[in-house]
């Protein structure tokens, strides 16, 4: 049993930049370059195996092949899909459908339920979470007249924060956020609203009546309050146990010892550096610590976000 590296894959985007190189170092594609997929089983941006037996084998034949380094998971898919956000301008106003609606109206797709830790964040920035509208008439009338204004929620942000975006809320990153998300491995996205922003001199497209059918209002905000204990030599922050996933966060200083026991692990290196079993790991790696790995003596001074799948 080997921990498995992973190459990431990478993303252009008419509101990216270029924090993912002067951040993590990434060799990005462009200045405009919005997503890092870190650890993606997902036919869009599929993640390779970096290193050890599996060298070069994409992340969806190791599910298919060694479903036993996965603890078996149910499911025929890479249930989970965890990427860095580069937003230099404002990402759309968006919703994602759940599960049942993705199935039914985007071929079989997952729905998209997802999380947000706030990496970094320019002074005095916001986002969006949820809207206005008191019921389900008023928000598809504030979205035909277009009054968003009135509509759109925004709430101050700043570097450490944590947010659960359900399917159905309402949301966007703005400008000057960088973020790590951890999300179910699905790609539908709805645009209801763009800035009236051009893509190649069109604008891009909305998806105003899909997005009508999976807002939910009112708004219901998704609370999630961070559990911190302190172990022998590190910091662990519980974040959040949801139905499709956990998260947790780890500040390693010195020399931790645990033993991850869910079907497996992803993990994301957000700062410093260290070894893992006498592994080298640094800022900007993603790995995936198989089921069965046994205990992890993790060295060094570093912090990351480990989420493991879950079932309902």
């Known amino acids: 049993m080997e921990l498995l590296m992973m190459q990431p894959v990478f993303k252009e985007a008419i509101w990216g930049g270029k924090k993912l ?39 969806s034949r190791l599910w298919q092949e060694k479903p036993e380094w996965f603890g078996y998971y149910p499911g025929t898919q890479f249930p989970l899909l965890v990427k860095i956000i ?8 968006q919703v994602h459908p759940d599960d049942t609606y993705a199935n039914e109206y985007e071929h079989g797709s997952l729905g998209k339920t997802e999380c947000w830790y706030v990496l970094d964040c320019e002074e ?29 929620r925004k709430i101050p942000v700043k570097k450490g924060d944590f947010f659960q975006i359900n399917p159905g809320c309402l949301h966007a ?37 899909q997005s009508i059918a999976t807002i939910k209002a009112p708004f219901e905000p998704s609370v999630q309050i961070p559990v911190i204990e ?40 957000l700062e410093g550096e260290g070894t893992i079993n006498g592994i080298p ?22 912090s990351m976000i480990c989420s493991n799948p879950e079932t309902e």
């Open 21 to 59: 190189r002067e951040v993590f170092g990434y060799e990005i594609p462009s200045e405009f370059t919005g997503e890092c997929w870190g650890i993606s089983g997902h036919k869009n941006g599929e993640s390779s195996i970096v290193g050890g037996s599996c060298d070069g084998m994409t992340l």
């Open 86 to 93: 580069d937003a230099k301008q404002d990402l759309s106003i």
């Open 124 to 152: 005095g920035t916001e986002i969006v979470i949820g809207h206005y509208a008191k019921d389900k008439e008023e928000m598809e009338a504030m979205i035909r007249k277009q009054e968003w204004f009135r509509f759109i």
């Open 173 to 209: 990153i703005k400008g000057g956020t960088l973020i790590l998300e951890i999300q179910q491995s699905s790609d539908i996205t709805y645009r209801v609203y763009d800035y009236g922003r051009l893509s190649n001199g069109k604008p891009r497209p909305l998806h105003i009546e």
């Open 230 to 269: 302190i172990l022998e030599g590190a910091i662990h922050t519980h974040m959040i146990h949801c139905r499709y996933y956990s998260v947790d966060k780890y500040d390693v200083h010195g020399e931790f010892i645990h033993e991850f026991v869910s079907y497996f692990t992803n993990a994301s290196i």
């Open 281 to 302: 790991v640094k800022k900007g790696n993603h790995f995936i610590i198989p089921h069965g790995y046994g205990t992890c003596r993790f060295k060094g001074e570093f």
